[in-house]
């Protein structure tokens, strides 16, 4: 099945920019999802499509995808944007849902 | 608004059985690929299973084939997901999500299923 890989956490200073990585193969060629979890609550749809946003998402939250590497940037993050990030395609191949293994971004 | 209720959850012991509920409402259910995503405790997401928008097509995570049947009744605007054979792997936090062109805007507040013993 197909796997995707985040590293387990990524911290970043205010005013700097935190960039959480979702690896796999030719990730690419697929669209990308990522979701903002904050303890006890549902996750949150940040960026869809590699990197459209929903609305009412801070423009701070932004996207791309190339090769075998997707990203999730954060711009000047706040510290209400502490939590665990979550990417996630769609294999055709198998018809199932794929998530990848979360990254907590801390705010220092 | 969009609004999804599960519910069901509880504790249960090894090998039974339990049966969780997605209540609908705000939107036309019967339009919508619905899915159940689990979150084991201090764990990340993981997809379970879904469901087409008529209910003809269904698909399961390879942990859960065999155990757990998803189903819908669109005349009541609620997803079903039927889980058997259930072992302390299966404890988690069961939301029902509703699919949008192959990602998630919308998602139930949870269910917790605690298998022990």
């Known amino acids: 099945s197909y796997v995707l890989t985040q590293p387990p956490s990524v911290s970043v200073a205010p005013g700097q920019t935190a960039r959480i990585t979702c690896g796999g193969n030719?990730?690419?060629?697929?669209?990308v999802h990522w979701y903002q979890q904050k303890p006890g609550q549902a996750p949150v749809l940040v960026v869809y499509?590699?990197?459209g946003r929903p609305s009412g998402i801070p423009e701070r939250f932004s996207g791309s995808n190339s090769g075998n590497t997707a990203t999730l940037t954060i711009s000047r993050p706040e510290a209400g944007d502490e939590a665990d990030y979550y990417c996630?395609?769609?294999?055709?191949?198998?018809?199932?849902?794929?998530f990848g293994s979360g990254t907590k971004v801390t705010v220092l | 608004q969009v609004q999804l209720v599960e519910s069901g959850g509880g504790v249960v012991r090894p090998g039974r059985s339990l049966r969780l509920a997605c209540a609908a409402s705000?939107?036309?259910?019967?339009?919508?690929?619905i899915h159940w995503v689990r979150q084991a405790p201090g764990r990340g997401l993981e997809w379970v299973a879904s469901?087409?928008?008529?209910?003809?097509?269904?698909h399961y995570a390879d942990s859960v084939k065999d155990r757990f049947t998803i189903s819908r009744d669109n005349s009541k605007s609620t997803l079903f997901l039927q889980m058997s054979t259930l072992t302390p792997e299966d404890t988690a936090v069961y939301y029902c999500?509703?699919?949008?062109?192959?990602?998630?805007?919308?998602w139930g507040q949870g269910t917790l299923v605690t298998v022990s013993s």
């Open positions: 999500a509703r699919e949008d062109l192959r990602r998630f805007r919308y």
């Open positions: 705000g939107f036309t259910f019967s339009n919508y690929a």
């Open positions: 469901i087409s928008y008529d209910g003809s097509n269904k």
């Open positions: 030719n990730i690419g060629s697929k669209s």
């Open positions: 499509d590699d990197s």
């Open positions: 996630q395609i769609w294999d055709s191949r198998t018809g199932q849902c794929v």
